[in-house]
């Protein structure tokens, strides 16, 4: 039956289950973090006979979602030589490169730095995970001691050293000198566990973590944060949203001084009680432990100190004191520790930013990075608790965690980054884009990169249209009535609160009545300027003062219309709504160009595919006056324009994308047709 699939190895199979099963549940390892291997036997397609393997998860991709491909295999014999021309601690870098010839066949996954600890120890199933319970003993001033009352002589203490060849070495000696170990604490990092049988390895790994978190939970102390501080409890929800809304442009401005970031936000319980207590300056100092915790959130967070009452305009003033201390600290921290060959200074600004009351702000090169670092700050939080609870907490020494932080198989590996897309870390609200232009720009400036908040009157449907577009880490549906002062700022508030910020507005709402001067009535007028007048202003308002507080430039796109141009019979409502907002292209330019604020137009014109304007009324209206069918309106559209050509929205989507590139780095106050070429519309 199974003739024509690919066999998998039993042993394979057994891994990936085992592994997928420990990655489901975040109290056994942090997203991404740790491995697991397996050796077994497969025939040698060269020689016919059998041939020991070593199976083990690869360079990056997470446990919980772990597939065969993720796998690196390495033939064991070749793997294990190598102990024979391991030239010492000083070159262990080296074997990194030596494991690509031990692979069997292809190889499967690229080997990571772990790949020795699972083939030197000699058992048949490791583990190796990142438990907050086991880097809680692992991070303990008297880890060792802890180690031993905890679990007797079945897990072993291993003193910090940082991961590679030695590390292996090490730990295969301690199982080898400790027949009754079922595994070890690695000071300051993880645990390693093993076993004979992929159950035995897996048993062995809950056991540790289960025995280390019940007596976290039986012996720890009331308080291990220190008692509560006065006027640093969360404030609630409601405040505390308003003030992180309102703190957020800033915060992310701090955090991109070197480069641009996208910013993740969250005021979960255990971030606002580790906020409220005493001990939180002195621990967010001392920063996080495990390797894989701060390669995401940088050695240590920026903490505001001011308590959950201060204003507004006073934190920003304290956070912008603090932003520049904190940046002479991480230069003072890498002049400390760098030597000739370190790589260059990677950027001085906080990853993480902890304000008391309100929550913490997270950052990263793009959504996903920027929660799994706010995931990883939560995580050292669970891990200060759990040391403090019991000790006190000791994370491993600065110039050790320098020695990770501009490790050289590291910066290899942030060289061999694909290149980024060019809207990558932009935060872009695109208005009216649950359908037609708006849809098409939304999904546009998304493959480009960019992060979207689509903002329309319908919550369903612009959450239904984010969706379609992909997760909530590149796509997020809001409400909004533009026309209605109140609602655009609660959208600006939900687009700071989702990515960090906002860089590219478009402006593209709008509805269209066609009717004769006569036949417009006064709400008609309105609706019209309301809408697109009115509603464009007060989103270029709001989003103005959030890219002035941010500081880093950005992008307003009006969608206006060749009808903002082009005088023709029974529009006068649209058409003057349409010149307001062209007008306010070149206003806003004249006036947001000191803030490094782009202001431009596109003119579209005949759009009537995925058009809500055209499907409600307008396009039959327009169908009539014309004397064609309906259906034929976007062909007899394009054959009154000079190119002849059908205009799509996604032409209309590619012409505000050419705008926020860098390509137009240096054009303001411009509207751009896209109309294949109408003649009574050129601008002059
Ligand atoms: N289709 C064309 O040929 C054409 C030509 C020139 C200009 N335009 C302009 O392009 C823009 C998009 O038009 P489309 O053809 O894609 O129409 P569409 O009807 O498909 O999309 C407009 C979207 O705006 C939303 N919207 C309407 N009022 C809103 C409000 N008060 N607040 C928030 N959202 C609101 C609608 O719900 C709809 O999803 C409009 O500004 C339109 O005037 C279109
Ligand atoms: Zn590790």
């Not at 996080?288 to 390669?295: V, Y």
Request: proline share 5%.
């Amino acid at each position: 039956m199974s003739d024509l699939k690919p066999t998998v190895n039993p042993t394979v199979e057994q891994l990936v289950e085992r592994s997928n099963r420990l990655g489901a549940d975040p109290r056994n390892t942090n997203y991404a973090g740790g491995n697991t291997s397996a050796k077994g036997t497969e025939t040698d397609p060269v020689t016919g006979e059998d041939v020991e393997l070593l199976w083990v998860k690869g360079s990056g991709g997470d446990l919980g979602t772990l597939t065969p491909g993720g796998l690196a295999v390495l033939r064991l014999d070749r793997m294990r030589a190598l102990v024979d021309v391991y030239p010492g601690v000083d070159r262990e870098d080296e074997m990194v490169a030596a494991f690509d010839y031990c692979l069997h066949g292809k190889g499967g996954a690229a080997p990571s730095i772990d790949t020795a600890m699972h083939g030197l120890v000699d058992a048949a199933h490791v583990d190796h995970l990142h438990p907050d319970s086991g880097i809680a003993i692992a991070t303990s001033a008297d880890g060792e001691e802890l180690t031993r009352t905890i679990f007797g002589d079945e897990v072993v203490w291993v003193p910090w050293r940082r991961p590679g060849f030695q590390l292996g070495l090490d730990i295969a000696e301690i199982k080898e000198k400790n027949p009754q170990a079922r595994g070890c604490i690695l000071g300051g990092h993880g645990i390693t566990a093993w076993g004979d049988t992929s159950e035995e390895a897996e048993a062995s790994s809950l056991w540790i973590i289960e025995t280390a978190s019940a007596y976290i939970a039986e012996h720890a102390k009331a308080e291990p944060f220190g008692p509560a501080l006065e006027g640093y409890a969360a404030l609630p929800e409601t405040e505390r949203r308003a003030k992180a809304a309102a703190l957020a442009p800033t915060i992310r401005g701090i955090a991109s001084a070197d480069r641009p970031m996208v910013g993740h936000f969250t005021d979960a319980d255990v971030v606002l009680e580790f906020l409220a207590h005493a001990e939180h300056p002195r621990l967010g100092e001392l920063g996080t432990s495990c390797p894989d915790h701060f390669l995401r959130t940088k050695v240590k967070p920026l903490v505001l100190d001011l308590p959950a009452s201060a204003s507004v305009e006073e934190s920003i003033a304290r956070l912008q004191e603090l932003a520049v201390s904190y940046r002479e600290d991480y230069q003072g921290y890498y002049d400390r520790n760098a030597t000739p060959d370190s790589p260059a200074i990677r950027g001085k600004d906080p990853l993480i930013v902890l304000v008391p009351g309100v929550g913490m702000f997270s950052f990263g090169k793009d959504k996903q990075t920027a929660r799994v670092a706010g995931e990883f700050y939560v995580n050292a939080i669970n891990v200060m608790r759990g040391a403090e609870g019991l000790s006190s907490y000791a994370p491993i020494d600065e110039s050790e965690k320098f020695r990770i932080e501009y490790w050289a198989l590291e910066e290899a590996k942030l060289q061999r980054m694909p290149k980024p897309k060019p809207l990558a870390t932009r935060v872009a609200l695109v208005t009216g884009a649950a359908s037609g232009i708006g849809l098409a720009t939304a999904r546009k400036l998304a493959s480009e990169g960019a992060c979207v908040v689509i903002a329309d009157l319908s919550l369903e449907k612009a959450q239904a249209a984010a969706a379609e577009i992909g997760s909530a880490d590149v796509a997020v549906g809001v409400q909004v009535d533009v026309s209605d002062a109140a609602a655009v700022e609660a959208a600006l508030r939900a687009t700071v609160l989702a990515f960090g910020g906002v860089d590219l507005v478009v402006n593209n709402a709008g509805l269209s009545l066609s009717r004769s001067l006569l036949e417009t009535t006064e709400q008609d007028w309105d609706l019209q300027h309301d809408v697109m007048a009115k509603g464009s202003f007060l989103v270029a308002k709001a989003a103005a003062r959030a890219m002035i507080e941010q500081g880093m430039g950005g992008d307003i796109v009006y969608i206006s219309s060749k009808n903002s141009i082009f005088a023709g019979p029974n529009n006068v409502a649209y058409g003057a709504a349409k010149a307001d907002q062209a007008h306010q292209v070149r206003l806003l330019a004249a006036e947001l160009g000191e803030h490094g604020i782009k202001v431009n137009g596109v003119n579209p014109d005949g759009v009537v595919q995925g058009s809500g304007i055209f499907a409600s009324g307008w396009g039959a209206n327009r169908a009539a006056v014309y004397g064609v069918e309906e259906q034929d309106l976007g062909k007899f559209y394009a054959q009154r324009t000079i190119l002849k050509r059908e205009v799509l929205p996604d032409n209309i989507a590619n012409a505000v994308f050419v705008l926020c590139t860098d390509d137009l780095s240096h054009t303001t106050g411009l509207h751009i047709p896209v109309d294949a070429g109408v003649a009574a519309a050129f601008l002059r």
